[in-house]
């Protein structure tokens, strides 16, 4: 039976690659930013791609070029979406992320 996440697997692939790069590279220009004076990247902008599926590439910046790795709540919001995305990444790799969406799913009203 096909669950309601495989017929789009590999979009959600392609989705948490792109949203690395660019959660990686907006981490990267953010600290340039800091370090030359320059207006910044806000701290919600960064977080908001950490939230929709780059907290990897988020933490891997971070840690690469010591950026914001001390500061709070940043830090503990940044490490908190990268826990619950390896999480739900081992649910999905492990298959048992679609029957739970699929259940889930099965308590929205049935369009009209």
Known sequence: MET?????SEYIVYWLI???LIAF???IVD???AEN???RISESTLLGWAFFGGAIGTVAAARLIRHKTRKQ???T?????LWLQIILLGLWALGLLGPL??????YLPRPA
Do not use: D, H, I, T
């Open 4 to 8: 309601p996440l495989s017929e789009y």
């Open 18 to 20: 792109a949203a690395n």
């Open 25 to 27: 590279v907006l981490m």
């Open 31 to 33: 600290k340039q930013f």
């Open 37 to 39: 004076g320059s207006r």
């Open 73 to 75: 709540p940043f830090a």
């Open 77 to 81: 919001w940044m490490m908190v979406w």
């Open 101 to 106: 969406v699929a259940a889930a799913l099965a």
